[in-house]
């Protein structure tokens, strides 16, 4: 007490400086909470907002580099044309959708389903949220086999950050009874739905119920090799629970076409930012164009969709000329000259920012169906009927993309289908080479799909593109590289991962996928 009275001035500025000290620690501790509340934010989550998301991100996320491996386009840019050429040193462009699908539809689509269960009069959403999930995870396992699924998206919720891989064979058996439960769980008297939230059917029971079932005949075929009993099962019982066979029931993200990016179709707006923005033929900045094994194609079986989805600027303006369509080899390394003489995608068909994405059509349901029938799996119809069903289908659908740009007529479309006939005396293998061709045209532009009943059928019988500096060994991949990543900050499960299913490697077959 002596030692501070000798100091009086001191003392009175350390009382001061406790003094403020006190008031300031009050005043934080008064105002806390509303000073650190971002007025911006929601407390609760809106669940109609992020379905509306997942549906976007899960639409968006599909991987377009498999236009080239499925040869319907190139690109002399050897790295831009990684799908047709396979460079190595591009491998890592394989796990873009890996990367992107956790953090957007998985983890969206996972807090939909939190702020739904529990609540009976919202049965119809917590459905329809499910069998999204399911379409959103059966995208990502069949391009890079075992994933993380049953631990997935729980960073936020439980604080998982390294979530296990599930075995493919275990995420089918889960997303078939997912699709199952989600589909007899529907109940046409609750009227809560995610309305005009719902960018693919405005929350029709009905026809969310379609979709499972398709869905469910979709994943349920890719079996036929690895479990074949199996398979039947659940084909018997997606038939029986009714699939997509009409153009109104066609499953399909609608978008607007101005406005944010997001507003726009994902596949168009790419296409055009990469390459077809200026529409002159030239002036395409990573080079691309129709492969000539696609164009060639349609032109020797006089297809009446190659002027509907493709065009040549040889004049300067837009030519669909049939005849006057060229597509480009993959395998060149520079510009050629005659770069402006190439077929591209036709800006009002398959660049039409406003045209509706494609998630599961009538022509696949009877593609599949005609499957089915030919292994004696469906006796509703014959084959070679569901076979023809499907190519009807695949034309009309251009008319539900693109209006009257993408209209083919009933005569030409009856033409087609009278000089392609299923060769019922042929083979099995023969029948099937014939379903599935037509399944590669007819599914254009979803190369992902195309890609996944590619490495099940083997069809259509593509020349693999042995490039120089290929990663592949000239062989069309079998599936995507995981995200170096992954190696990182989840290398337990990573490691786990490939000692089951083997090497992170563009040759290792996922589960379905058998010789």
């Given at each position: 007490m002596k030692k501070l009275m000798k100091n009086p001035i001191k003392n009175y500025l350390l009382k001061t400086a406790l003094l403020l000290a006190a008031v300031f620690i009050q005043a934080c501790t008064k105002n806390f909470v509303e000073l650190n509340t971002n007025p911006d934010a929601v407390s609760t989550s809106t669940p109609q907002f992020i379905f509306t998301k997942a549906q976007y991100d899960g639409t968006a996320n599909m991987l377009n580099l498999l236009l080239g491996t499925m040869q319907y386009t190139t690109s002399y840019n050897d790295v831009a044309g990684f799908g047709s050429k396979y460079i190595q040193s591009q491998s890592n462009s394989s796990s873009a959708t890996f990367s992107s699908a956790y953090p957007n539809e998985i983890n969206e689509i996972g807090e939909v389903i939190k702020g739904v269960t529990g609540d009976p009069s919202k049965v119809n959403m917590l459905a329809q949220a499910r069998i999204w999930?399911?379409?959103c995870f059966s995208r990502?396992?069949?391009?890079?086999?075992?994933?993380?699924?049953?631990?997935?998206?729980?960073?936020?919720?439980?604080?998982?950050y390294t979530p296990a891989y599930d075995p493919q064979k275990d995420i089918y058996a889960n997303m078939l009874a997912e699709l199952d439960a989600a589909a007899t769980s529907m109940d046409p008297t609750k009227t809560a739905t995610f309305g005009s939230s719902d960018l693919i059917y405005g929350g029709n029971t009905a026809q969310w119920k379609k979709f499972a079932y398709s869905l469910m005949l979709r994943l349920s075929m890719r079996m036929t090799k690895v479990d074949p009993a199996s398979a039947q099962t659940w084909v018997t019982k997606a038939i029986a629970g009714g699939v997509i066979t009409a153009d109104a029931d066609i499953a399909k993200v609608a978008y607007v076409g101005s406005g944010q990016d997001i507003n726009k179709n994902p596949l168009a707006l790419t296409l055009l930012n990469t390459d077809y923005i200026k529409a002159n033929g030239s002036s395409n900045t990573e080079g691309g164009k129709y492969q000539d094994v696609f164009i060639n194609y349609l032109k020797a079986n006089k297809d009446p969709r190659l002027p509907v989805i493709s065009v040549v600027y040889t004049t300067g303006t837009a030519d669909t000329t049939s005849a006057n369509q060229k597509g480009m080899p993959a395998t060149l390394s520079a510009k050629p000259a005659d770069f402006v003489t190439y077929s591209e995608p036709r800006q009002n068909t398959v660049l039409l920012l406003s045209a509706p994405r494609l998630v599961f059509t009538a022509a696949e349901s009877y593609f599949l169906l005609s499957e089915a029938a030919l292994r004696g799996w469906y006796s509703g119809a014959t084959a070679s009927f569901l076979y023809q069903n499907g190519i009807s289908s695949a034309m009309r659908q251009w008319a539900v993309i693109a209006g009257a740009p993408g209209t083919i007529t009933t005569n030409q479309i009856n033409t087609y289908i009278s000089y392609h006939q299923l060769n019922t005396s042929g083979t099995f293998a023969q029948q099937m080479q014939q379903i599935y061709t037509?399944?590669?045209?007819?599914?254009?532009?979803?190369?992902?799909?195309?890609?996944?009943?590619?490495?099940?059928?083997?069809?259509?019988?593509?020349?693999?593109?042995?490039?120089?500096?290929?990663?592949?060994?000239?062989?069309?991949?079998?599936?995507?590289?995981?995200?170096?990543?992954?190696?990182?900050l989840n290398a337990a499960a990573y490691k786990a991962a490939i000692a089951r299913q083997g090497a992170d490697d563009f040759l290792t077959r996922v589960w379905w996928d058998k010789p």
């Open positions: 999930r399911v379409y990502l396992t069949d391009l890079y086999g075992d994933i993380p699924y049953s631990q997935a998206g729980q960073g936020y919720n439980s604080a998982n037509e399944f590669w045209v007819s599914l254009f532009p979803d190369a992902q799909e195309v890609f996944a009943s590619y490495r099940r059928t083997g069809y259509p019988a593509l020349t693999p593109n042995n490039y120089a500096g290929n990663a592949t060994g000239g062989l069309i991949f079998r599936r995507m590289l995981y995200p170096v990543s992954e190696q990182n």
